[in-house]
């Protein structure tokens, strides 16, 4: 080991050792995942976990230094999987094996043990897709549904009420109003839906998370009018909170169906601002053509 310790260069040498710390990481990560699991999935998990562990210490042979894990790394996996789910957080790893992989492939002509720990990590990528069945992506339709609905609606709604009404706490009612009556009417329409097909999915879930999604959002949107004075500082801030949902939505469902981000976030945008800025048009000049008497 030493002999082919001494033919490696500083370079590959600090590879090896974030590799190291990598694969430490990885391993209470998937752990602590593994303990919010139940029967095969947290078998599994807790065999990946030890996979990890010791190819933490194959690395180690050649770097001959102790690694922690990156606590930070270990604390934001905790995070996403209480935030996100399994799925979100599994998918992430993944994507962690895919780079370990090609990393590990420029070790196969230097070190002897790295042929072994590319396999053992190609078998990882298979064992986490096959463990990808969690409940709430079988209703991200739904989730869609609720999400899209509330921001075109609502963003639209505020932007045209505020240059109508130019009352912040007017507005913020109003579309506190209109939000809770379509949320209520988008998860009647979504139970009907479900129940009209044959899914694999229950109406009455469905409709509950249409109905959250919406509330959630109608929710962030109206927040800004009950807390600003001024109704076009609430405006502006409550596009900004809407852009966010957008982002990490898109974020999620990208994630998780591994699509390209940048295309479903830009037409997200494009149609919940476009309507906005027509919406704001209107309002506009119906304050205009009624004197500004509203």
């Known amino acids: 080991m030493k002999d082919i310790e001494t033919k490696l260069d500083a370079r590959t040498k600090e590879a090896i050792l974030k ?42 042979r050649y770097t001959n230094t102790k690694v922690r894990p990156n606590p ?48 053992e990590e190609e078998k990882h990528e298979q064992a986490l897709l096959d463990l990808i069945d969690e409940e709430r992506l079988k ?9 899209n609905d509330a921001l075109v609606e609502l963003t639209g709604t505020l932007a045209g009420l505020t240059f109508a009404l130019a009352d912040s706490r007017i507005v913020g009612l109003a579309g506190l109003i209109t939000g809770i009556a379509a949320s209520l009417s988008m ?32 929710a962030l949107l109206i927040f800004p009018f009950f807390v600003s004075s001024s109704v ?22 990208s994630v998780v169906r591994s ?3 940048k295309p479903m976030f830009t037409e997200m945008a494009l149609v919940s601002f ?17 004197g500004g008497s509203l």
């Open 19 to 60: 590799s190291q710390k990598t694969e430490m990481t990885e391993h209470v990560v998937y752990k602590r995942l593994a303990k919010k699991q139940r029967g095969r999935n947290a078998e599994i998990l807790e065999q990946i976990s030890g996979d990890e562990a010791r190819h933490a210490s194959i690395w180690e």
């Open 72 to 119: 930070w790394a270990v604390i934001l996996y905790t995070f996403l999987n209480m935030l996100f789910g399994i799925t979100f957080t599994l998918k992430l790893m993944e994507l962690n094996e895919d780079r370990a992989q090609k990393k590990y492939k420029k070790f196969l002509t230097l070190l002897p043990d790295a042929e072994e720990v590319l396999k």
């Open 139 to 147: 209703y991200t339709s739904s989730i869609v549904l609720g999400l």
């Open 187 to 218: 998860a009647a329409s979504e139970y009907l839906s479900q129940k009209s097909e044959e899914r694999d999915t229950h109406p009455l879930k469905a409709s509950v998370y249409t109905g959250t999604a919406y509330v959630i959002t109608v």
């Open 232 to 253: 076009y500082a609430a405006l502006a801030w409550s596009l900004v909170n809407a852009l966010i949902i957008i982002a990490l939505f898109t974020f999620f469902v």
């Open 259 to 261: 699509v390209s981000f």
């Open 274 to 290: 476009g309507v906005a800025a027509v919406s704001f048009a209107v309002g506009s000049i119906a304050n205009k053509l009624l």
